[in-house]
């Protein structure tokens, strides 16, 4: 019940925010939200509202032929005079631009930079929303479709390799290798973060079902715990012995704690006494990254969960396994986790392969070489 009340609070608070942002925006934005609400969590949909404000505010203040109208009086044919140099103009807008924090966003407080990822990100909301529209016969077509997605580069997934993760863990447990000050927060914490960096590496859970675990949801005789997924689906995950001692000593502690109203039953606690914060376990992992790999500065949560990924699979060889732990739909999103597994097979096959009449041509190699295949046409 505690965990359904949290991720209930976490929900309205998403929704009021969606309310806010498109009450400055045309009718025709809240439409296409309340359509996809029944296929969508209200994170999802809170990104696509923020999605849509940048773009209105685009155009409202960037192209002289929108400028003349309050956006909330916006209609469908308004809509429909975006064109296909305006979009082109958004893409190019969006690689350097100003947001305002304060309500009135009269004063430009910082710049946004946006790489190709996130510039395909938002084309590909506004390219969801006109085809609300199209299909609803409210614009004549969808103009989103002219303007091509920048073509995304994939890059190596930054993940920690053993000894990296034993200095992480080494670390959160003594503070071996941190500044005087970060030591005096890590003596407060430290059982905390060493049961929480555990749990990450032990289980490949995401940063939000981490915060939302609760005591309740602990059964420490079975190495078992309940996990909220994204969408809201719950499941039993299993955790190995290691990880359930520096849990039973967390727990330990953290029982003792009289917490603020509201955080009873939270399993992980801020110094404050309340639930912790994601950005709060983001920073956390951050800190500790830096000094146990210096050289990977954007480890996250979510390589822990990389991490994780990949020595599961390394262990098994089995990809629906890993896929079913982390909580994917798909075996293709599940790939993006053992990357570098392509480059071991690529290895292998240069082990294999034997060119005729070489030294390597022996009669204990495999029967592999070039001659001994029969025609077939390259591709």
């Not at 951050?286 to 390394?314: D, G, M």
Request: include cysteine; hydrophobic fraction near 35%.
């Amino acid at each position: 019940m505690a965990d359904s009340a949290y991720r209930e609070q976490i929900d309205a608070k998403r929704i009021l925010q969606i309310r806010s942002i498109t009450r400055e925006l045309p009718q025709a934005c809240s439409d296409f939200l309340r359509s996809i609400a029944v296929t969508t969590g209200t994170f999802t949909r809170l990104a696509y509202a923020i999605d849509l404000r940048t773009f209105f505010h685009f155009l409202q203040t960037e192209r002289v032929a929108f400028s003349d109208k309050n956006l909330t009086l916006w209609s469908d044919e308004d809509l429909s005079r975006v064109s296909q140099s305006d979009l082109t103009a958004y893409i190019e807008y969006l690689t350097y631009y100003f947001k305002s924090d304060d309500e009135s966003g009269e004063q430009p407080v910082k710049a946004l930079v946006n790489h190709d990822l996130a510039i395909k990100r938002k084309l590909c909301s506004i390219r969801s929303f006109y085809d609300f529209l199209f299909k609803n016969h409210r614009v004549p077509s969808n103009v989103t479709l002219l303007v091509p997605l920048p073509k995304i580069h994939e890059k190596p997934i930054l993940r920690l390799n053993r000894d990296e993760m034993i200095k992480m863990l080494n670390q959160a447990e003594t503070g071996e290798g941190m500044t005087d000050g970060q030591k005096r927060f890590q003596k407060l914490t430290a059982k905390r973060d060493y049961a929480m960096l555990s749990l990450f590496l032990g289980t490949g859970i995401r940063v939000s079902e981490c915060v939302g675990i609760n005591l309740s949801d602990i059964n420490m005789e079975e190495n078992a715990f309940l996990v909220t997924r994204k969408g809201g689906n719950q499941v039993v995950l299993y955790f190995p012995a290691e990880v359930a001692t520096a849990l039973g000593e967390y727990i330990e502690e953290r029982t003792k704690i009289d917490t603020l109203p509201g955080h009873e039953d939270a399993l992980f606690l801020s110094l404050q006494k309340r639930r912790i914060t994601q950005r709060a376990v983001q920073n956390l992992v951050k800190k500790y990254a830096a000094v146990a790999a210096p050289l990977k500065p954007k480890i996250s949560p979510h390589k822990l969960r990389s991490t994780f990924a990949t020595n599961l699979y390394n262990a098994t060889g089995d990809i629906y396994l890993v896929a079913d732990v982390l909580g994917h739909s798909s075996v293709d999103t599940t790939r993006k986790h053992y990357a570098d597994m392509t480059d071991a097979r690529r290895r292998m096959a240069a082990e294999y392969v034997r060119l005729p009449g070489t030294e390597a041509d022996t009669d204990d190699s495999p029967d592999m070489s070039f001659a001994n295949q029969p025609d077939k046409p390259v591709t």
